[in-house]
Structure formats: C-alpha cells, structure tokens
C-alpha cells in the first residue's frame, strides 16, 4: 500500500514537471528515476515527492539541477572499442562506397552527451578519407535534450585522463596547447543542437544513427515508440547503432537486418536493399 502512495507521488511529481517546464520523464524507467530524485531529497534533507515539488515551485533553478541529474551524460570516445570497430570496418567502408556518387553522408548522434561520440565517428570517417574528406558533404547531426551537456560538447575540451588511453592517432586529433581541444578538421564536420528524443520530430534520410546508451532510462513503451521513429529516421539501408545492454522492441525487429549481434548493429532493409540482393538494381 505504502510502495503504491509512493509510485502515486512519483507520478504526481513527474506530471507536475511535465506540465511545468515541458520535460517528459513520465515514461522513463522508475527505477533509475527514483534512484536520481533521491539524490535531490538528500541534499535538501527531505523525505517525499510531495515536499520536493514545493521545492520545484519555490525555486526555479531546482529544475536544472534536477535534469542534470536526470541526464544522465557519461560517455566516452571509442565506447566500447569492439564495436566502434565494427562500425569502422564494416559500416562506414560500405555507406562510403554507396555514397560515392554524391560524397554525401547524413550521421546522427541522438543523445550524444558531451560529445565524445560523434567526435569519434568524425575521426573515424577522417582516416578513411584522408584529404578527401573536403570533397564530401558530411554532416553528423550530434543531439541532446541537456544544453549544459552540450555546451560543453561544442567546446570539444576534454580532460588529459580521458584521452589517454586512446593511442597516438587518435590523440593527433587534439590540440596539445596546454587544453586537449578537438581539431577543427574534426570539430567542422559536427553540428550540435537540443533535441527531444520523446518529443521532436526525428531527424530524416540519416545513413548511421547512434542512439547509445539512452533507451536504456525509458520504460518498454516509449522504447517501442522510440523504435519506430529510429527506424524512420533512416534511409534505406542505413545502419542503426545501439548501446550494448540495448535492443529493437519486438514489433520494428523484422524490419532491420542484423549486422552484430553483441554491439547491436542494425541495417534497415526495405525495397531498395531486397532489390539489390535479388540483383535487381541497376
Ligand atoms: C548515458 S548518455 C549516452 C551518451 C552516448 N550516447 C554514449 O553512449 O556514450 C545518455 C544521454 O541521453 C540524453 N537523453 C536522455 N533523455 C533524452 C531525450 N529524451 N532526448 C534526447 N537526449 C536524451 C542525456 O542527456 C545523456 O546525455
């Protein structure tokens, strides 16, 4: 009884946050939620929902501290080494060679924390197209719903600790002038923006969309909605790229072709991909 006037309040509060400020977490998983918010009644050393949400009336700046708790924005380049290599040796080669006709590529980071991830598919595409890369039109849509978090993805500056295990190459896409800022070479093929990922209206058209590490915080029925927009978010044939601890909802799995199993790699098949295994393209 008393678990159920908790879940009730939980409710109540995340309705009120809706209502006030516009950010949905009415569908998020209850467990990580409950888990963030104690966090903010232990510092303001109260007990229930009830009381934090006269705190969220009194106190407007609670909010921000509330979602930067909520977004949860740890993240790293290469994450998960494997499965970026995937990507580097299967996926990228093969949207290069489509592409080649029209050198241009659409990538979307959705929920791309403080920028490390789309940063490491701009230097991946990088060492494939040397020089090159000017002739491309490339473009990796890099999104997230907290703006602290991207500022600080904008800056590009990243702390020495965590770039040290990355290897020579890849630290060679760092300027060492006493901070450990993204190249520009690397910096221009990134554009950064707030976006919703429960609200928005999807990006279209994208070739690879990594959503990393973020369906994870939803519960089982925004996930499927999620899905379905991911999945028409990209072209034909363009490649989706989940966090490992991540999978398609039930009714989107047959729509996609399993490229890795462990690194839940995914390729959107449709008409245009069937006809070229048939051999029926020109
Ligand atoms: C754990 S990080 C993942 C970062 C990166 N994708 C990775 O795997 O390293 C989750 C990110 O999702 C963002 N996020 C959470 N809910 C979101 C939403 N509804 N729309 C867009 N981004 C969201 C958070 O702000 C956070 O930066």
Redesign the pocket.
Known sequence: MQAMAHDEELAHLLEKIYQDSAL?FRE?RKTSLRRRIARRLRAHRIHSYSEYAAILDADPNEYQRLLDD???????FF?DREAFSVIDTLVLPELIRRRQAERRLKIW??????G??PYSIGIMLNRHLGDRIVDWDIRIYA????EG?LDKARLGIYDKAKLESLGEDAMSYFSLDGSYRITDRIRRLVRFGR?????DPVISRVDLL?????LI?FGRSLQKKLCLNLHWALSEGGFLFL?EAESLSTPIEGRFEVIDKRWKIYRKTGATEKARHNGTEA
């Open positions: 949905d998020y909520l977004a949860i924005n740890v993240s790293d994450r980071s959705a929920g791309c924390a403080s490390e991830e999104t997230d719903l907290h978090t976006h919703n990922l429960t609200s990594l959503c990393r590490n973020v915080y966090g």
